[in-house]
């Protein structure tokens, strides 16, 4: 069963609905305020919490427009392609995102949203990569 239809089981009925609330209110505002960032970040946020992995992906890519030099934007945007089962796609935008910067590798290693990324074989090259950041910083 793909992880998203369990976590979407996981969540009771008042949390949903407490995110479609919140979807919907955040919605609202980006169409109102297009350029208002933090609110566009936490509705990606949400339809991800949510399981509406491909609105997610779609908030996400605006972000990276928006902000091309933002390593958590390409962060997230990984974790979405991953989530919507583009390994390869989340692979370079992993990759996008340590290159500007991006250095939480304990939460990369272990964020269940890029588990179809580690799959992948091009995520050895990614660790490689981290590897050998370590090693310049220590």
Do not use: W
């Not at 609330?21 to 305020?33: K, N």
């Not at 970040?41 to 030099?69: F, I, K, M, N």
Request: charge should be positive.
């Amino acid at each position: 069963m793909p992880r998203n239809e369990v976590n979407q089981r996981k969540l009771s009925a008042r949390k949903r609905h407490e995110l479609d609330v919140r979807i919907g209110f955040l919605e609202g505002v980006t169409r109102r305020d297009p350029r208002f960032t933090e609110a566009l970040q936490l509705l990606g946020d949400s339809y991800s919490e949510r399981g509406r992995h491909a609105d997610s992906l779609r908030v996400d890519r605006r972000l990276v427009r928006r902000e091309p030099r933002n390593p958590n934007a390409y962060y997230n945007l990984a974790c979405s392609h991953s989530l919507n089962g583009s390994a390869e796609r989340a692979a370079v935008a992993l990759e996008r995102a340590i290159s500007l910067g991006y250095r939480d590798f304990k939460q990369l290693i272990h964020d269940p949203d890029l588990s179809a990324l580690r799959k992948h074989s091009r995520f050895r090259r990614i660790l490689q990569q981290i590897q050998a950041i370590r090693v310049k910083i220590t």
